[in-house]
């Protein structure tokens, strides 16, 4: 039994747009990308600028576009 439990490959489940909010902003995505337009109220122009700017960190996004 105990060969079987360490055998085993614990999968984690796929991460779904909420959970980019705190990591990274995907712009190569279209439900992604729609996720950050929301959330940040800025046009894609804005968003795009920005992670071209500072790189992909939500929370250097963040800072870019003015916001907490």
Known sequence: LRSF??????????????????????VTQHQTLEYWLDTLGVDEYQLRTAVAEVGTSAQDVRCHLGMP
């Open 5 to 26: 439990q360490e055998n085993r490959v614990m999968h984690e489940p796929t991460p779904t747009v909420g959970a980019f909010e705190t990591r990274s902003v995907d």
